[in-house]
């Protein structure tokens, strides 16, 4: 009011002010927005639209103006005459037959002179005589129509940026719904799609490659804009029945076994995360534990041990997962209906969206800040993903920064020499056989090094056809997809389940639980790495160990193939420190030392070993004290697990320290490396545990099983280096031993210390890896497996 001309009477400022204030703040406050979300909804609305759209600038304008003609911000026109209070419906007479036609009552475009002429939903014919200040025309009537117009070309005019990194994408969203506009405008309307086009999960890149109403039309055809949160309701019920739902058709006639599968791993996710923040230290006394699953590999290498709960709660648990077991033993049958195949690129870019829709989670706890587990998702959070996986350079990035850098050497082989100096080996599996109608598994990625440092892929050594196929080759897709598969089939099974969940983390849990006692130092320092490992270890062994169980399902081995796989991961079972490792990895020295697992792994490595040499020399200072502690000896044998015992050197203070350095970092990093395939599994064109011959994708069933299966590696676990917030503290007082256990106050000083170091030196660490991580930076991709911010401190699935 201060700032009106002083020629403004002084009784009239206050209308003057009031009618600036609602001009300028208040009008479009509501009509603006609810123009766009009309406008992006008729573009999202395959029953107003009959075939998808792209606006461009020369029909923007008409288009705005037919969404405000059908569904105007305001309904109605007041005015006064011969004492009486009128009002023009604008609704009836943006809609009148003989204005518009006899599809007066249709979205089509007309000619924009008609627009000009006749449409009254801004009340621009109410205009004052000339000389008069009285018009009732909606003064903000063009700028509306340019808002709407704009926004509208970018939503339609969206294109992914050209840099993968990026997350400047267009991302849709829930609009709501406003209040006062009829439902049959706008239905059931919604466009649920969280946070999908975020960019952090591998296939997001096909969707955003879509145009936003070719988005929208999938979204609809397969049922997600009114689907809930149960797997029969969703994929069985809403999204099976209707004739228009193709996919989500094809997703329901998974068998039984995969989606009870599906089902028990969303319950176990939900069960364990509701235990993640009870860490207390177990006091038990030492002794066997009541019950043992046992892994027997009929003499091909000894039986290992996996402990089984006693209380009641496990009991009822187990025998839910043993009911799972009988149902899961019947035929296994790998006839597929050929609707689940996915060939196309339309069929990939549904099963990624199914993907999405079908492992959203909705009402849980919201995970600590660095936790690998979502607020929205069943599925972990991916530590970087690919822009499109199947492209030549996702190949070298598999190599060089995710799960093919454990398989990498230099070329010794005299028929590959020709095409480069690097090979990616996943060729172990070559040689077992497969079940009808699968291809067996194993190939070699034969990679150059360019002069620029950059990586290139020359050539794939196909096992199973006996053939080197070459970029160009008709085989080429096909050929890239069975190396892909070939590594995560070898890491999940081999490297993953055999030797870090069942030798590694059973062994520590096992025999520290068996031998020592509640406050000995080295039981209360792996009760930290060992956080619920025999029940998530029980778990997996009773789903994937079996014959028929849901390994061998999503895997084409028979089960005889399969347990001999067991027995291949058991027996070469070796113990080496994380430098020994280094130095047995043949590949230049300029090569393996800027590999992300060894550039970041050997930092934090060092940093473990450096904690662990500082807590065992607190309590034992000698070799003399490792060998007078009786219960520590026994603890050595590891009985649970012989093919671990028979790999360790024999018991002294330094044997201890490596032992317990490399069982931490295994049990953090290592099991993040090589748990970690959700970059490669929620796009069907990524990888998978089987190839079926002449497709380069997996079909929905496995699809499905496999992300059922890396659901359990999103479980909310306590985390390494804790953010201090409820649910996420320090474990540093479960190393307390001084009042229970007698020992020294002064060694607990000593052991805060040394974790106080380990903590500050970690988030240091995790800094140099952002560094080496950022654009430019030297990585063909992120590589985080090694960023110790987001070690959980136990094995999850």
């Not at 099974?493 to 520590?508: D, E, G, P, Q, Y």
Request: glycine share 6%.
């Amino acid at each position: 009011k201060e700032k009106l001309p002083a020629d403004v009477p002084a009784g009239d400022r206050d209308m003057v002010a009031q009618a600036m204030l609602e001009m300028f703040v208040f009008a479009g406050g509501l009509s603006v927005p609810l123009t766009i979300h009309c406008a992006v909804s008729v573009l999202f609305r395959q029953d107003l639209l009959a075939s998808p759209v792209k606006v461009d600038e020369g029909y923007v304008e008409a288009f705005v103006y037919e969404v405000t003609r059908l569904f105007p911000a305001v309904q109605g026109f007041c005015y006064w005459k011969d004492g009486q209070r009128q009002v023009l419906s604008l609704n009836a007479a943006l809609r009148d037959p003989a204005v518009w036609g006899e599809d007066a009552n249709r979205f089509t475009r007309k000619p924009l002179d008609l627009y000009r002429r006749n449409h009254v939903g801004f009340a621009s014919q109410a205009t004052s005589a000339p000389g008069t200040f009285d018009s009732k025309a909606c003064p903000g009537a063009q700028l509306t129509m340019d808002v709407v117009q704009a926004f509208v070309l970018a939503v339609s005019a969206w294109h992914p940026t050209s840099d993968p990194r990026s997350l400047v994408y267009w991302s849709p969203m829930k609009l709501p719904k406003p209040a006062g506009v009829h439902k049959k405008w706008f239905g059931d309307f919604s466009l649920e799609v969280q946070d999908w086009l975020d960019g952090d999960q591998t296939g997001e890149n096909l969707l955003r490659q879509m145009e936003p109403v070719e988005l929208g039309r999938l979204l609809h055809r397969i049922g997600m804009a009114d689907a809930n949160d149960s797997y029969l309701g969703s994929l069985m019920g809403k999204m099976g029945p209707k004739s228009d739902r193709e996919a989500g058709v094809k997703l329901a006639t998974c068998n039984s076994t995969t989606r009870l599968f599906y089902e028990l791993s969303r319950k176990r996710f939900k069960e364990l995360s509701s235990r993640a923040g009870s860490t207390e230290p177990d006091e038990s006394l030492p002794g066997p534990f009541a019950r043992y699953f046992e892994l027997n590999f009929e003499g091909a290498s000894p039986t290992i041990r996996l402990p089984v709960g006693a209380s009641l709660k496990k009991k009822i648990r187990d025998a839910v997962a043993n009911l799972m077991g009988d149902i899961l033993s019947g035929r296994l049958n790998d006839d597929l209906d050929e609707s689940m195949l996915v060939r196309t690129l339309g069929q990939r870019q549904a099963a990624i969206m199914l993907c999405q829709q079908a492992f959203v989670r909705t009402g849980g706890a919201i995970p600590p800040p660095h936790s690998n587990a979502r607020p929205d998702s069943y599925l972990p959070k991916p530590k970087c993903s690919f822009w499109d996986i199947t492209l030549d350079e996702s190949q070298a990035a598999i190599a060089r920064c995710g799960m093919g850098q454990l398989y990498l050497r230099s070329n010794d082989q005299a028929h590959l020499q020709a095409y480069g100096d690097i090979l990616c080996d996943a060729s172990a599996l070559a040689d077992f056989e497969v079940r009808p109608g699968f291809e067996r598994m194993g190939a070699i990625a034969v990679f150059r090094r360019q002069a620029s440092g950059a990586w290139s892929i020359t050539a794939v050594d196909w096992k199973h056809a006996g053939e080197l196929v070459k970029p160009g080759d008709d085989n080429w897709e096909h050929a890239k997809w069975v190396w892909r598969c070939s590594l995560v089939t070898y890491m999940t099974s081999v490297n993953h389940l055999v030797r870090t969940h069942w030798i590694v983390a059973n062994a520590l849990s096992t025999s520290a639980r068996e031998f020592l006692g509640p406050f000995h130092p080295i039981r209360r320092l792996l009760q930290v790495f060992t956080y619920n490992t025999p029940s998530i270890n029980h778990n997996s062994a009773l789903s994937l160990f079996p014959e028929s169980g849901m390994l061998q399902r999503m895997t084409s081995f028979p089960y005889s193939e399969l347990q001999r796989v067991f027995v291949h991961a058991a027996e070469t079972f070796e113990f080496k420190t994380w430098p020994q490792e280094y130095e047995a990895v043949k590949l230049p020295q300029d090569v393996k030392s800027r590999l992300p697992i060894f550039q970041d792994g050997l930092e934090v490595y060092a940093g473990f070993q450096d904690f662990m040499t500082g807590y065992v020399s607190t309590y034992y200072p000698n070799d003399e004290s490792v060998r007078l502690d009786a219960a520590l000896q026994e603890y050595w044998k590891f009985p649970c697990v012989p093919q671990y015992a028979a790999a360790l050197p024999a018991l002294s203070r330094q044997a201890l320290i490596d032992q317990l350095t490399r069982g931490a970092f295994d049990v953090t990093a290592y099991h993040e490396l090589v748990g970690y395939v959700v970059a490669y599994t929620t796009d069907p064109a990524g990888a998978a545990l089987q190839v079926r011959p002449g497709l380069d994708m997996a079909d929905l069933q496995e699809f499905l099983a496999v992300n059922s299966l890396v659901a359990g590696t999103g479980t909310p676990m306590p985390m390494l280096v804790p953010s201090g917030e409820p649910g996420d503290e320090d474990w540093l007082y479960q190393l307390d031993c001084t009042v229970k256990g007698g020992q020294d106050p002064r060694k607990f000083q000593e052991v805060s210390r040394c974790y106080r170091i380990l903590m500050e030196r970690f988030k240091q660490i995790s800094k140099t890896i952002e560094k080496r991580n950022a654009p430019g930076a030297g990585r063909e991709i992120p590589c985080a497996v090694m960023d110790p911010m987001s070690f959980e401190r136990s094995v999850s699935l």
